[in-house]
Each structure stands twice: as C-alpha cells, then as structure tokens.
C-alpha cells in the first residue's frame, strides 16, 4: 500500500492511430525516444504499428494531451492515441467473446470511453451482427470484430469504420497483437 506521498507508477499502452500508412511513416526508436523526452519512463515498442508500452505517474487524460502534441510537432501529423492501462488490455481479452478461427481475423476496436463511440456504430452494427463474414460485439467498453480473412477493407464494418466524421474516435487491433501486448507487460 502506498503511503499518501508516495507517487504510484502506472504501465500504459498507448495505441498510436494511423502510423505508418497513408504516408505517415515514423520509426518506432524516434517515438520512443520523443516519449522519453517528455518525461516518460522505460518506453518501447511492440511491432511497427503504434503501440508504445511505457510506464508514467501521470494520468491518461494528461498523458495523451502531452504525447499528441509532441508526436504532432515532431513528425507533422495530427496524432491520435488511445492510451489504456495492463488492466484494461487485461479486460480487453478477457472479454474477447470470439473464439480463435484459422479463417477470421479478430480485432478489438479500442477507444476513448470519453468519446462513447459505441453509440456511433451501434446502427451499422445492428446492420451486421449476423453476417455469416463478420460480427461486431460491444462489451463493455470494448468493441469485438471478428472478419473473413481478405475481406476486412471491403467488408461492412471495415467500410463504416473507415468514414471520415469517425475514424478518429478509435483505432483497432488485431487480438494477436493485443496478446503480445500483455505477454510484454508482465
């Protein structure tokens, strides 16, 4: 237990949205590096897609204005991140409801519960629930997606998810990476 003056570090994952496609293209050591510049502790990446575990006192709500602005600045994009704690990627596969299938892809849509996206993509969910090509499940906080594999850009929740006037509310992950994820933070 802490004492009251005790200041408690945190592991965070934070989930970097469009880098390195559509001409953003950044090298994971630069961002991590850029992390560490703005006081963040022990930052590393897993795979080349934007997500950057590291360790901070600070709140998420702090963390993400800091870290947006900088990676803004430093490499001229508008940065989007979605920063969640080891207890919350816990919870994320933990509630995963779809099994693993050699013929689908199954990606969590992460979010930031302060947008609420779920209530933008309930519609196009309802819409799609049942396909026998893809499924969309909101639990909790969490948005499931489980796609043919091949189909996840021509499919309907690929195409709704790829609408300008909400595509900066979430980005989205591959289960496999979000296993990879935990494995590295514990």
Known sequence: MNKPNDISTVSYCAFLRGVNVNGTN???????TLFENQGIKSAYSILASGNILFDSEKPKSELKQILEKALSLHFNYEAFMFIKTKNEIERIIRENPFESDPLFHIYCI???TEYQ???????EIEKII???QEQVLIIGENIYWKVLKGNTLDSKFGKTLAKKNIK???TSRNM??????LRKMN
């Open 176 to 181: 496999n990476t979000i296993h990879k994820i």
């Open 168 to 170: 900066n509310l979430f």
């Open 117 to 123: 996206t779920e209530n933008l993509l309930n519609e």
């Open 110 to 112: 992460i979010t930031a």
């Open 130 to 132: 049942d396909t026998e």
């Open 26 to 32: 950044m090298k994971m050591k630069d961002v991590c």
